[in-house]
């Protein structure tokens, strides 16, 4: 079974760094991302998702700005 990874994206645009790994489930909150791997463990993050690459099953996300969003 391949499940996704969620990589934070620097502000140059790099992947950067590895947050989750065997993601079954993310979930969009008011403060950002809930990321539920195959095990149960969850993870919330303050980010929002900016690509999903399937071919390599990637979840790119940046931090999320709150004075940018009205949620």
Same mark, same amino acid.
């Given at each position: ?11 140059? =645009? ?7 790994? !065997? ?16 095990? =149960? ?9 900016? =690509?999903? !690459?399937?071919? !390599? ?12 969003? =009205?949620?």
């Amino acid at each position: 079974m391949c499940l996704a990874r969620v990589q934070m994206i620097s502000e140059e =645009g790099d992947r950067q760094q590895e947050l989750a790994k !065997d993601v079954a489930h993310i979930e969009r909150t008011p403060t950002g991302l809930r990321v539920t791997d195959l095990v =149960g463990n969850v993870t919330e993050l303050r980010a929002e998702i900016r =690509g999903i !690459d399937f071919v !390599d099953s990637v979840v790119a996300v940046e931090r999320r700005n709150d004075t940018t969003h =009205g949620d």
